[in-house]
């Protein structure tokens, strides 16, 4: 690769690259905020000015150039942190300042606000401007983000969103010069369904999430990797919470898979993870009396018990699972089924589902298929039924034991039949049908309380780790399967989510050569590629940009 | 006595001028387009080139070099745009061109069109000239109908099709990449440069952005050779230009002179001296953007080279005088309110400079100023200065900081007087 000079260090660089973004890459610092790399390069807001000593031929550029918007060439030679520069750097950071409120008492972004950042690292802490700011009113846009047009620095990203990543257009710029500002198209609300990014790349104040507004201040947030399961493309995102309370998800880029971005959908799947109503916070067991809270011994007893006395053949017994389980708990479940009782009696949901198709890449980050694994599942092996109809008769052909895992085909008509069955047992996080049903239900986690792997839609592995803690009695789901298996005296020496992992990886065709030490939170591809009858590509009406 | 050189303006210092495509061709008129289209674009570009043509829309960049810039063998079609967006204050001279000559200037097009084998140019004009508008698309429907435009412009099957667009009224889509970005139909924003518009212009595609005058002189360059044109004026400063003089003198207009004749004569011969007999306080040279001189500097020739030694430039050759009775801060005050009003505001230093600049300027109108604040504006406008993405920084830093020096002693009466 060829190389230019930072600041005395060597960078290299990709023919065509920017001096800006390969000096990212190489961990350089230089300010900037109209640059964002997933859209293009306006080079208006002036802070990322360098000085170029030498352009690669000998001479100095004649004044100091923006780095976002400057070629990096080969032997060129370039400070980013002499006197000149950091000039620069004051002198826009004093006029940013001019008409910025200066709120961040009262502003959501405190904490986290590039301007913020900046003036305490390149501003000079003086201002000479004496006269009246600017002032707005405020302007409802929407319902997802919320706009303070004061706070405003003109970077454009927002009103660039809209143009060059969604493709909407419902944003843009207004007025001139210093009167310049962002607002919707004839006071229409915002339409986009990933308003929420509009947030994220906004460096100040002006747009804020709704959601997040006056909650928590974001510095007191902790933050976990994690992915968001809200449908099978599985977003990279950053569990923000506090005090073991959620507070809202941010996108993590990942170029493999959602790139900077995230629906909003996603962003408020956040509210799940602090729901406690209808969250199984204790095994339950059912009595005469029905559901009662027992223990967890009680509750392997009672079901060890009662297939000590059924004594289920091959045939009778019959595994249900939906595709919001894990890699690691859905391989579980199957070898629990295969080696606990020699049964292949398995099926999850597979409905049909649809994949948006667009000239903007961001379109197809929404799926319709709302489960996290699909792909997983399908790579166990496991066998997918598209209706409820299709898995009736299964319960009604003398099934001893049935073992649901979540709630899949969650509806009365199959919870009736089931009713009949000797044992039900409900592994889940939450209270559903099947808990009423079952015999025996055991509290499992969500996908923040535990640490597993999921497969999203096009085959990636991707890792989420634990990030807030569960009711005390719940268990992870995983940890509950193996639970099973040593009472059914099944062989298993697993007692991590790593080691299930690696077992999986060399048991399965699917998950072959998977390594648990590479599978960093940006996940990894699946050797092969996936096959999904069940997609349709829908093609989304090309927005012209 | 200084006397006009009449080339653009040989037809239209004609009382009985008629500016119909017939007696244009009366006049000789598109004779130089046949002669061009006898010889090769590369050949015209050359012969431009050694003419010595610098633009006439004020950054004064030899035409023929930038012609020659034009990315080739692209793929792409190659387009030629002509900037009749005159917006710099004081600046008059397209107009007249467009209103009173227009076959002339569209002559020029085509042939500037053929040199970089456009197939079809666009001309951007100020949304304001009403009857320059009207005067060519009235000019470009003759050419049409007499079959000089359309399917066949430069021979069989070769056309050429011109398309007059009206701007909005913002100062700043006369610079070119905005102009590119409003006739693309997006707002009219100063693009980032590289690349350049001749590698990536109007849609992507290699474009040049020509003034109206510019192309004008391509009709004489053809015709009588380019010897005929460099011998007009001194060395790199080739041909006549025209001037838009204003202000207080006693006959204002547009005069066409060689670039080897003094300001001061400009002024006082074909302006006919400062108005009621006064004094001469200052001059801005070039447009409002350009550094002001005062009474003591003007003797010096009118030409790019000779007024960019004086410290400033001439811009598109906008002469604006004013007398010893005008203010000087109510006038800077009016040019920065303009640059205020005018800032397309993408770039932090013009955009808030340029709001700042004028909010201390009117400070000093209202008898608020002190030395303090003369400081402070000088560096609000230096700062502006080479820091933004196109040239409207520089053109409001220049008035402000030149006149912060040059009018020191006007500043002060202004606050001492308050003060007493």
């Known amino acids: 690769m060829p190389v230019f000079e930072m600041d005395g260090k060597p960078v290299e660089f990709e023919p065509g690259e920017k001096v800006l973004s390969a000096a990212m890459r190489a961990g350089i610092k230089i300010p900037h905020y109209c640059y964002h790399p997933g859209m293009s390069v306006v080079a208006t807001c002036r802070m990322c000015m360098v000085d170029v000593i030498d352009m690669g031929n000998g001479r100095p550029a004649p004044k100091l150039q923006t780095s976002c918007s400057m070629d990096a060439v080969e032997g060129m030679k370039v400070e980013t942190k002499n006197e000149k520069v950091q000039e620069a750097r004051e002198l826009v950071m004093e006029y940013l300042l001019i008409n910025h409120p200066l709120d961040c008492p009262i502003c959501d972004q405190s904490g986290e606000c590039v301007l913020q950042d900046y003036s305490f690292e390149y501003g000079s802490g003086k201002s000479e401007m004496e006269y009246s700011k600017r002032v707005y009113g405020w302007r409802d846009i929407g319902t997802f983000v919320a706009l303070e047009r004061n706070r405003c620095i003109q970077c454009t990203r927002c009103d660039r969103f809209?143009?060059?990543?969604?493709?909407?257009?419902?944003?843009?710029?207004?007025?001139?010069?210093?009167?310049?500002?962002?607002?919707?198209?004839?006071?229409?609300?915002?339409?986009?369904?990933?308003?929420?990014n509009m947030a994220d790349i906004c460096p100040v104040g002006a747009l804020t999430e709704k959601e997040f507004r006056f909650k928590r201040r974001a510095w007191k947030l902790k933050k976990t990797p994690s992915i968001c399961v809200g449908c099978s493309t599985g977003c990279n995102v950053t569990i923000e919470y506090d005090r073991n309370e959620v507070?809202?998800?941010?996108?993590?880029?990942?170029?493999?898979?959602?790139?900077?971005?995230m629906c909003d959908l996603g962003r408020l799947t956040y509210k799940t993870l602090n729901q406690r109503q209808n969250r199984l916070g204790n095994p339950l067991g059912k009595t005469g009396d029905g559901l009662q809270e027992i223990?967890?011994?009680?509750?392997?007893?009672?079901?060890?018990?009662?297939?000590?006395?059924?004594?289920?053949?091959s045939t009778e017994v019959l595994g249900l699972v939906d595709t919001h389980a894990s890699n690691e708990e859905l391989y579980l479940f199957k070898k629990l089924l295969k080696q606990g009782f020699g049964s292949d009696l398995l099926c999850f949901p597979e409905p049909d589902w649809e994949q948006p198709v667009s000239d903007f890449f961001i379109d197809s980050l929404i799926t319709s298929d709302k489960t996290p694994n699909r792909a997983g599942a399908r790579l166990l092996g496991l066998k997918g039924e598209k209706s409820v109809d299709a898995v009736l008769p299964k319960l009604t052909s003398g099934v001893k034991?049935?073992?649901?895992?979540?709630?899949?085909?969650?509806?009365?008509?199959?919870?009736?039949?089931?009713?009949?069955?000797?044992?039900?047992?409900?592994?889940?996080?939450?209270?559903?049908?099947?808990?009423?049903?079952?015999?025996?239900s055991l509290p499992g986690r969500l996908h923040?309380?535990?640490?597993?792997?999921?497969?999203?839609?096009?085959?990636?592995?991707?890792?989420?780790?634990?990030?807030?803690?569960?009711?005390?009695?719940?268990?992870?789901?995983?940890?509950?399967?193996?639970?099973?298996?040593?009472?059914?005296?099944v062989e298993n020496q697993v007692d991590s989510t790593e080691s299930i992992f690696l077992e999986m990886a060399d048991a399965e065709q699917g998950f072959k050569e998977l390594q648990w030490e590479e599978l960093s939170s940006d996940g990894l591809n699946v050797p092969q590629t996936l096959q999904d009858p069940g997609r349709t590509e829908v093609s989304e009406l090309s927005k012209t940009a | 006595?200084?006397?006009?050189?009449?080339?653009?303006?040989?037809?239209?210092?004609?009382?009985?001028?008629?500016?119909?495509?017939?007696?244009?061709?009366?006049?000789?008129?598109?004779?130089?387009?046949?002669?061009?289209l006898k010889m090769k674009p590369e050949e015209l570009v050359e012969l431009v080139k050694s003419s010595g043509l610098r633009g006439r829309g004020g950054a004064g960049f030899p035409t023929g070099l930038k012609w020659s810039f034009m990315a080739k063998n692209t793929g792409k079609p190659s387009y030629l745009i002509c900037n009749a967006d005159e917006s710099e204050p004081g600046t008059c001279k397209d107009r007249e061109l467009m209103l009173k000559d227009p076959h002339q200037f569209l002559e020029g097009m085509m042939i500037g069109c053929y040199a970089i084998n456009c197939r079809h140019g666009y001309i951007y004009v100020r949304g304001e000239y009403f009857p320059s508008i009207k005067s060519l698309n009235a000019a470009i429907d003759e050419l049409y109908a007499d079959g000089v435009l359309g399917e066949n412009a430069f021979g069989k099957g070769k056309g050429l099709d011109l398309t007059v667009h009206t701007g909005a009224g913002a100062y700043i889509c006369g610079e070119?990449?905005?102009?590119?970005?409003?006739?693309?139909?997006?707002?009219?924003?100063?693009?980032?440069?590289?690349?350049?518009?001749?590698?990536?212009?109007?849609?992507?595609?290699?474009?040049?952005?020509?003034?109206?005058?510019?192309?004008?002189?391509?009709?004489?360059?053809?015709?009588?050779?380019p010897e005929a044109f460099a011998g007009f004026g001194p060395p790199n400063n080739a041909g006549t230009h025209l001037v838009s003089l204003s202000g207080h003198v006693n006959q204002p207009g547009v005069y066409e002179v060689r670039m080897d004749v003094t300001l001061k004569d400009i002024i006082y011969e074909l302006g006919g001296g400062i108005r009621n007999g006064k004094k001469l306080k200052g001059v801005i040279p070039?447009?409002?953007?350009?550094?002001?001189?005062?009474?003591?500097?003007?003797?010096?020739?009118?030409?790019f080279d000779a007024l960019s030694k004086a410290g400033t430039m001439m811009g598109s050759a906008a002469l604006m005088v004013f007398d010893e009775d005008t203010d000087v801060i109510k006038l800077l005050h009016r040019i920065t309110r303009f640059y205020n009003h005018e800032s397309c505001g993408q770039c932090t230093p013009c955009r808030e400079g340029t709001h700042w600049a004028r909010l201390i300027v009117q400070d000093f109108l209202k008898g608020n100023g002190n030395e303090r604040k003369m400081k402070r504006l000088q560096r609000v406008g230096g700062n502006m200065m080479g820091t933004t993405v196109c040239a409207l920084g520089d053109a409001a830093a220049m008035p402000i900081t030149s006149f912060v020096k040059k009018f020191p002693l006007e500043f002060e009466k202004y606050y001492t007087q308050a003060a007493a």
């Not at chain 1, 223990?295 to 053949?313: C, M, R, V, Y």
């Not at chain 1, 009365?412 to 009713?419: D, K």
């Not at chain 2, 006009?4 to 130089?32: C, Q």
């Open chain 1, 162 to 196: 809209t143009r060059e990543i969604t493709g909407t257009n419902e944003f843009g710029m207004f007025n001139r010069g210093h009167e310049l500002t962002v607002d919707t198209y004839s006071d229409r609300p915002m339409i986009n369904q990933f308003q929420g």
């Open chain 1, 247 to 261: 507070f809202r998800l941010k996108p993590r880029d990942n170029p493999e898979v959602n790139k900077w971005w």
């Open chain 1, 295 to 313: 223990s967890w011994e009680e509750a392997f007893n009672a079901i060890s018990g009662k297939i000590k006395e059924l004594q289920p053949s």
């Open chain 1, 401 to 440: 034991v049935l073992l649901v895992l979540g709630q899949p085909f969650d509806v009365e008509s199959l919870q009736v039949q089931a009713a009949s069955i000797p044992l039900v047992v409900n592994i889940s996080a939450w209270n559903s049908g099947w808990t009423q049903t079952a015999d025996v």
């Open chain 1, 448 to 489: 923040a309380e535990k640490e597993v792997t999921y497969t999203n839609k096009a085959g990636r592995v991707q890792r989420v780790q634990t990030a807030i803690r569960a009711h005390h009695k719940t268990r992870p789901d995983w940890m509950i399967l193996c639970g099973l298996m040593e009472m059914l005296d």
């Open chain 2, 1 to 36: 006595m200084i006397e006009e050189t009449l080339v653009l303006f040989k037809n239209i210092r004609n009382p009985d001028y008629d500016k119909s495509l017939k007696g244009y061709k009366k006049s000789g008129g598109f004779k130089a387009l046949k002669k061009a």
């Open chain 2, 176 to 225: 070119e990449s905005a102009l590119l970005d409003s006739l693309e139909g997006k707002r009219g924003h100063p693009r980032v440069k590289p690349p350049f518009p001749a590698v990536a212009g109007f849609n992507a595609c290699p474009t040049t952005v020509n003034n109206v005058e510019t192309l004008t002189c391509l009709p004489f360059i053809v015709n009588e050779g």
């Open chain 2, 286 to 303: 070039g447009g409002s953007s350009s550094p002001v001189l005062t009474a003591e500097e003007i003797d010096v020739e009118y030409n």
